[in-house]
């Protein structure tokens, strides 16, 4: 009697669950073990979009399709190097997938970088996200705010620091975020691109909502509205750049909308150094006008302007953390890969049976679309290898063996089950308050909700 191909998947988000379900629906005879740091699956999703996008939330209801599937085990709580080595792993699977993602914010080399005040993106979108492994607590007492980068993520950032709490109360944000923004004293929120509209990364549709808000003025001036040759080729090439250009042209020429909260975008502007007061906190920053250079791209201009601003986020892209045991190229932060396979970073061999798929495999660039497509190509390869024999068979194949050596060890791992427990408890709490659910934040009580009386 055959048995079903074992695969360990690491990472519960987007990335993994698309993995597993073309696994699922290749024809092959899979069971799946999807291995999950947290408590809860979904990853980035619940962990990196922020509360008031309900429309990309609503990705979980395919994800949770996808989670219910028999061939699939969800195994929560459980850090791969620590709670069970990759090299143990291979003694249950015949094949490992690692699709870890990034949550942490990639570095920019300026002076005054590390003041106090100067943070991360991705720091502040662990706090307002209620992800456990970021504080509780935030400073918001700056009234006029940076954000360095153009793309989705420094609007998120923006757009949550020009809103007020109570806008943002009928999301699931949970208690310790509402009393934050409560305190929240920014009155401008100044976005900075050091190229021009035509390279901005932005989506449409969330620049769009940007001026959904009654308590937001979007604020563009008309003399960054400029392209080169290169950038009209772009806004013909691409259906969706020419859609935020129009945008960001409506913002640049209409009347004054007179918001309490100004949000300003700016083009050309190359951040250069973060100035701070005699205690180390941020008090200015200085950006470098830039301009076309005839070439296609841009060249500094030599006019340095100073900003009030206390308080800066830099949203240059997430950065992936090391996996223990796994290659990892630290200079590009992603796993060594031949598109699929993990490579031995110095001899550029493939190491049988492991393969990455997503942000850990590729960098932190693309949209859900791009996850898919990026899963198929390593999935394509996986079950090529399989099909001809070239995965090392593993020693203890039973589905129930892995789950022996966790009990063995005492590790409280959460399952699928557990997250309908956990899932009803937070839309429990939101309903009590005529909100459709409030995150739990607690690591341990996040845990402790998963294993409630409900999974016994």
Same mark, same amino acid.
């Given at each position: ?8 998947? !690491? ?30 699956? $979904? ?15 609503? &990705? ?30 291979? /003694? $249950? ?30 720091? $502040? ?46 999301? /699931? ?5 509402? /009393? ?10 100044? &976005? ?5 509209? +035509? ?11 940007? *001026? ?13 509205? &400029? ?7 772009? #806004? ?31 083009? $050309? ?6 100035? =701070? ?24 201009? =030599? %006019? ?9 986020? #830099?949203?240059? +892209?997430?950065?992936? *953390? ?8 630290? #200079?590009?932060?992603? &796993? ?7 490579? *031995? ?7 049988? =049976?492991?393969?990455?798929? =997503? ?38 194949? /039973? ?38 659910? %409030?995150? !739990? ?5 996040? !845990? ?9």
């Amino acid at each position: 009697m055959t048995r079903p191909l074992r695969v360990a998947v !690491v990472g519960s988000g987007p990335a993994g669950i698309y993995a597993s379900d073309i696994l699922i629906k290749s024809g092959q005879d899979v069971a799946i073990d999807l291995y999950e740091k947290m408590p809860a699956p $979904f990853g980035l999703i619940r962990y990196g979009v922020a509360p008031d996008h309900p429309r990309i939330k609503g &990705i979980i209801k395919s994800l949770h399709k996808v989670l219910d599937q028999p061939q699939i085990k969800l195994l929560g709580n459980i850090e791969i190097g620590t709670d069970i080595t990759v090299e143990e792993l291979h /003694e $249950f699977y015949d094949a490992i997938i690692f699709a870890t993602g990034a949550t942490g914010d990639r570095d920019l080399d300026i002076p005054g970088i590390d003041l106090e005040g100067s943070r991360g993106a991705a720091e $502040f979108v662990g706090f307002y996200d209620g992800n456990p492994n970021f504080q509780r607590e935030w400073d918001l007492t700056a009234p006029h705010v940076a954000v360095i980068g153009v793309g989705n993520v420094a609007l998120d950032v923006a757009r949550i620091l020009a809103k007020t709490a109570d806008e943002l109360h009928v999301t /699931e944000i949970p208690d310790n975020v509402y /009393e934050g923004l409560g305190a929240n004293a920014a009155d401008e929120v100044h &976005i900075f691109g050091r190229r021009g509209p +035509g390279n901005a990364k932005f989506t449409p549709l969330e620049l769009k909502e940007l *001026d959904h808000s009654p308590t937001i003025e979007v604020i563009v001036d008309p003399e960054d509205i &400029i392209y080169d040759e290169a950038a009209e080729q772009a #806004r013909r090439d691409s259906k969706t750049q020419d859609l935020v250009c129009q945008t960001l042209e409506q913002y640049a020429l209409r009347e004054p909308k007179n918001a309490p909260h100004k949000l300003f975008i700016h083009f $050309f502007e190359a951040p250069v150094e973060i100035v =701070g007061d005699e205690n180390g906190k941020v008090t200015k920053l200085k950006t470098e006008r830039q301009e076309y250079d005839g070439k296609g791209g841009i060249r500094s201009t =030599g %006019k340095i302007t100073e900003w009030d601003i206390q308080a800066v986020y #830099r949203a240059v +892209g997430y950065r992936s *953390d090391e996996v223990k045991g796994v290659p990892f190229d630290h #200079r590009s932060a992603v &796993i060594p890969n031949d598109g699929g396979h993990v490579i *031995d970073a110095e001899t550029r061999d493939r190491i049988p =049976g492991l393969y990455t798929t =997503g942000w850990i495999k590729r960098g932190p660039v693309g949209l859900i679309g791009n996850t898919k497509s990026d899963a198929k190509e390593t999935t394509d390869m996986l079950l090529s290898d399989y099909r001809t024999g070239k995965l090392p068979a593993p020693a203890k194949p /039973e589905r129930d063996e892995v789950l022996q050596l966790l009990d063995d060890r005492g590790i409280a791992y959460t399952t699928w089950k557990g997250w309908y427990n956990l899932d009803a408890h937070e839309r429990a709490l939101g309903e009590a308050e005529g909100r459709e659910r %409030k995150k !739990v934040v607690e690591w341990d009580d996040m !845990v402790k909700y998963t294993h409630s009386e409900r999974d016994n």
